[in-house]
């Protein structure tokens, strides 16, 4: 028998009809979520107003992780290559770019090298994907950065030093929004992965420009988070993982609106079990959600939404690649066992209601993927999306890890969406407005 969130669960109705998100994508409906709705684009700008030798500030997340060994080389430029479509757009229009981002948190340090540091590690990699010269400036705000950006000329390209070297970046501080405002008189966002802050470099410089507008990446990743959650072409299974219940409750709670399956995994069913009354050995639970984790699953039941909790899992004697280890019942566990994965009953089941569906979002890990030996039930899911994109189905993945699992799978480019942002996408899905989003330019 299934763990399922309730002992019956009542199927849903038959539904009204609604778009094919196939057609949707074609159509101009698709591109009518509200968010995109109502907000300029950077085709609608270079429509408004001629960009030749004008200086455009694009914020990028170009927030890249770096190699362990020297802390320079960039090992996954995903988030580099997202924002050339955009950079390539404004250079055809003869614009000047002007690039900034944040690197890591360095909270209002300036740090040399590292993860937290200056922006040099992706000058590089910038040129060659973007095929130009790529000019750095020390800062991001100050007279040096003003006169630089007054000299630029049609077609060049100008990045800015890490914007969290600022203190008030993150606290949308009016004098950096007015310091980088003055750079340019329009403003390009992309920056996916950062657009749920409401930082200077995000949100608050959009008030010192004439036009602000969406990138294409910001735009796609809209259109996917958004367009395949708000309208999609059903059923819609959401696949939540990870291991902090904490920070996914909100968009369970979201998704149950949504959803015609929601399928949970990863360290976070252990609270739900707990809610279920189940001995969890020695897996890890976040006490203070248990009561709230079984209030959703009574949500899910009044709104007859499947929401299914992992029937078996992969049992460890310790936190450890070298572990022992066993599959067992989720409502078998003992001892001072812990679970670390979904077991192999749960991957048929998975099986079965991912083929059963035509948009499918996966959003965190099984298990433990980082060791081996819990890391199937996390590739088996992205095996699956790959299969169910392969027969017609609109697959989407976000969150860092799940992103990650895809990737070191192999199947990057078999889903339909791989998002660059993790919180920014949890947060879409939760249907909260973005504020990298909401300063933007209205039409
Ligand atoms: C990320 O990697 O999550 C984004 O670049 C945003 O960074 P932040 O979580 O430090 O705001
Ligand atoms: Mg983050």
New binding site residues.
Partial sequence: MFATASASFIRRGARTAIPSFDRMRQSRYFHLTPQALEKLNVQGLAERVNLEGQNVLMRV?L?VPLSKEDDVTVTDDT?LRAIVPTAKFLLDKGANIILC??F??PKGEIIETGKNGRLNPVVGPLKELLGVDVKKVNDCMGPEVEEAAKSLKKGDVLLLENT?FYKGE?KNDPELSAGLGKLADYFVMD?F??A??A?SSTAGVAEHMKLSAAGFLLDKELKYLKGAVDEPNRPLCAIIGGAKVSTKLPVIESLIEKCDTILLGGGMIFTFYKALGYNIGKSMVEEDYVELAGKLMKQAEEKGVKLLLPPDVVLADKFAEDATTAVAKANEISGDWMGLDVGPETLELFEEEIGKSNTIVFNGPMGVFEMKPFATGTVRVAELMAQATDRGATTIVGG?DSVAAVNQAGLGQRVSHIST????SLELLEGKVLPGVAALTEV
């Fill in positions: 997340d927030n988030r981002s944040h890591g948190r969290r993150t920056a992965g950062t749920h802050r930082h860092g942002g993790g919180g920014a």
